[in-house]
């Protein structure tokens, strides 16, 4: 079972950047379609972006052309480049598979403050 550890989140103003990283154990993340996603205080959790095993990507309306997914399967590590934030990005992310078959890490907190 891969395990996932993200990491990057952090308190910048609204216009800021942060990269966020996660990192899954295992030798079988690659062969993975991989997905952020995010849960805001009282909220449902909500699918972000994603990143196919090739490379190609789809994000969800309210960040696109700000967030940027990538990944580095050499690395066994997915990259979620969050650029022009607002204070409704405010929220942890998480990255799992796109099935959410991964045991689900503790999520990385990201506050915007305007």
């Known amino acids: 079972q891969v395990q996932l550890v993200e990491s990057g989140g952090g308190s910048v103003q609204a216009g800021g950047s942060l990269r966020l990283s996660c990192l899954g154990s295992?030798?079988?993340?690659?062969?993975?379609?991989m997905s952020w996603y995010r849960q805001a205080p009282g909220k449902q959790r909500e699918l972000v972006a994603i990143i196919g095993t090739s490379g190609t990507t789809t994000y969800v309306d309210s960040v696109k052309g700000r967030f940027t997914v990538s990944r580095d399967n050499a690395k066994n590590t997915v990259y979620l480049q969050m650029n022009s934030l607002k204070p409704e990005d405010t929220a942890v992310y998480y990255c799992?598979?796109?099935?959410?078959?991964?045991?689900w890490g503790q999520g990385t907190q990201v506050t915007v403050s305007s």
């Open positions: 295992g030798s079988t993340f690659s062969f993975h379609a």
């Open positions: 799992n598979s796109y099935s959410g078959s991964f045991t």
